[in-house]
């Protein structure tokens, strides 16, 4: 358990140059507001194309609705701003994350009650 554990912390300080920008603007966008944040959603490839992605999608921006508090996400993938824009989503940045070179654009949807 402890070999795991510090494998696990050296990942985390060698990640950490990677994502930082992208907490640091998090933070800067949100400023100390309450907000759920998307980290990663996704489908099967096997059931890709048939609404799931959607309705987990709906799900989330319907709490977001009831509780009152805005839904934050970051995508590596251009086409998926396409859709969040759809979705009601804004797009705040577009940064490029170091060491690796892949771009992120940083987006929120305020609830609308």
């Known amino acids: 358990m402890k070999m795991g554990m510090r494998m696990g912390a ?6 950490k140059p990677v994502f ?3 907490e640091a603007d998090r933070r800067a966008n949100m400023k100390g507001r309450s907000y759920i944040y998307l980290v990663i959603i996704g489908v099967s490839s096997q059931f890709q194309g048939q609404g799931f992605g959607g309705k987990l999608l709906e799900a989330l ?6 509780v009152g508090i805005p839904v934050y996400l970051e995508t590596s993938t251009e ?9 009601g989503f804004r797009l705040l940045n577009q940064i490029t ?3 690796i070179d ?8 305020e609830p609308r009650t």
Do not use: A, D, T
Request: a positive charge; hydrophobic letters at 40%; aromatic letters at 6%.
């Open 10 to 15: 050296k990942l985390v300080r060698k990640m």
């Open 20 to 22: 930082e920008p992208l």
């Open 61 to 66: 921006i319907e709490e977001s609705e009831q």
């Open 79 to 87: 086409r998926n701003v396409r859709m969040y824009k759809g979705l």
């Open 97 to 99: 994350l170091p060491v």
């Open 102 to 109: 892949v771009p992120q654009w940083e987006m929120v949807r």
